[in-house]
């Protein structure tokens, strides 16, 4: 069955430092790749999203990564502030399910 | 105004009885779905409609039913709720596009069934 794992549940580090977090799939081959941020209490809002035949976009202080060969995204947040805190969701899609499916997530804390 | 509505966003009931969770969205978007989201076990859908006519089930949906009344509306009902169902339930939509369907969440209902 298709997997998703978000490998850490949570991730702390310190301000200013970069935050990497790392989304692996398993039986699945998605068109695209997405990523979220969820704010406790709150609904996911979207971040990135990377397509199949891209391997790297950039959005601000954010980077996402797509592996297709090792079925692997990274997600990067540079100089990482306070504010960053939160917890972050990575979701493949395109694929023969034809929904998005979501990975637990790894909830980041930036101490200052 | 937020885009997607959820009423309502806090909700306390008995086992047995009948809830309904109203979803409404002025994204214009064709596609709306439930989720449900517990600790440990993430997002889980429940439901999905990609348009007022198609409704389909989605990994969890036993022990639910929805009904799509318009474009704009989707509603999410628990015949006879069961403490397992507390959880936190987004709705959401998306466009029909293919390039990648961002999904835009609502802040969320919290339901206790006790």
């Known amino acids: 069955s298709q997997k998703i794992e978000q490998n850490s549940e949570a991730l702390n580090i310190q301000e200013g430092k970069t935050a990497t977090l790392t989304c692996n799939y398993t039986?699945?081959?998605?068109?695209?790749l997405q990523w979220y941020r969820q704010d406790p209490g709150r609904g996911p809002v979207f971040l990135l999203l990377?397509?199949?035949?891209?391997k790297e976009k950039r959005k601000e202080r954010l980077k996402v990564t797509f592996d297709t060969t090792l079925k692997q995204s990274l997600f990067h947040i540079t100089a990482s502030q306070p504010a960053d805190s939160a917890t972050y969701l990575c979701?493949?899609?395109?694929?023969?399910?034809?929904?998005?499916?979501f990975g637990k997530g790894t909830k980041l804390s930036v101490k200052p | 105004d937020a885009d997607v509505t959820q009423t309502p966003r806090n909700r306390i009931t008995k086992t047995g009885k009948r809830i309904m969770l109203e979803c409404s969205q002025t994204?214009?978007?064709?596609?709306m779905y439930w989720y449900r989201q517990d600790p440990g076990l993430g997002l889980r859908l429940i439901y999905y409609?990609?348009?007022?006519?198609?409704?389909n089930k989605g990994e969890i949906s036993d022990g639910y039913s929805v009904s799509r009344q318009a474009q704009a509306k989707f509603s999410l009902s628990l015949e006879s709720a069961i403490p397992n169902q507390t959880a936190l339930y987004f709705c959401?939509?998306?466009?029909?596009?293919?390039?990648?369907?961002?999904?835009?969440f609502g802040e969320g209902s919290w339901l206790t069934v006790v």
């Open positions: 959401a939509t998306s466009d029909s596009g293919t390039g990648g369907n961002t999904i835009y």
């Open positions: 039986n699945y081959s998605p068109a695209y």
């Open positions: 990377i397509r199949e035949n891209e």
């Open positions: 979701a493949l899609g395109g694929g023969s399910q034809g929904n998005l499916i």
């Open positions: 994204k214009g978007h064709d596609r």
């Open positions: 409609s990609f348009d007022v006519k198609d409704i």
